[in-house]
C-alpha cells in the first residue's frame, strides 16, 4: 500500500500491517454500509501518525508527575 500512501514509509514495519489491516477493514465498513467518512477517518489517522512520526515526536521519554495533590472541584 505504500506505493498509493508513499506517508506509510515512516511506520515501523508492524505499524504498516496494522495500517494497513484497518484502512482495508475501514473501507469494506464503509461501503457496506454507506458511510465513506469511516474510511477516510481511518486514513487521516494513520497519515497524521505517519506525519507526527516523521516529524521526530514521540520518541522523548514522558515526564510523569509523581507528586501530585489532589485539587477540588469547580
Given at each position: 500500500?505504500?506505493?498509493r500512501?508513499?506517508w506509510?514509509?515512516?511506520l515501523?514495519?508492524?505499524?504498516?500491517?496494522?495500517?494497513?489491516s484497518?484502512i482495508v477493514a475501514?473501507?469494506?465498513?464503509?461501503?457496506?454500509?454507506?458511510?465513506?467518512?469511516?474510511?477516510?477517518?481511518?486514513?487521516?489517522?494513520?497519515r497524521e501518525?505517519?506525519?507526527?512520526?516523521?516529524?521526530g515526536?514521540?520518541k522523548?521519554?514522558?515526564?510523569?508527575?509523581?507528586?501530585t495533590?489532589?485539587v477540588?472541584?469547580?
Amino acid at each position: 500500500m505504500s506505493d498509493r500512501f508513499p506517508w506509510m514509509l515512516a511506520l515501523s514495519e508492524a505499524d504498516r500491517e496494522a495500517c494497513s489491516s484497518e484502512i482495508v477493514a475501514a473501507a469494506r465498513a464503509s461501503f457496506a454500509t454507506n458511510q465513506h467518512h469511516l474510511a477516510v477517518a481511518a486514513v487521516t489517522a494513520w497519515r497524521e501518525t505517519a506525519t507526527a512520526i516523521a516529524a521526530g515526536l514521540g520518541k522523548e521519554a514522558i515526564e510523569w508527575l509523581d507528586d501530585t495533590e489532589p485539587v477540588e472541584r469547580p
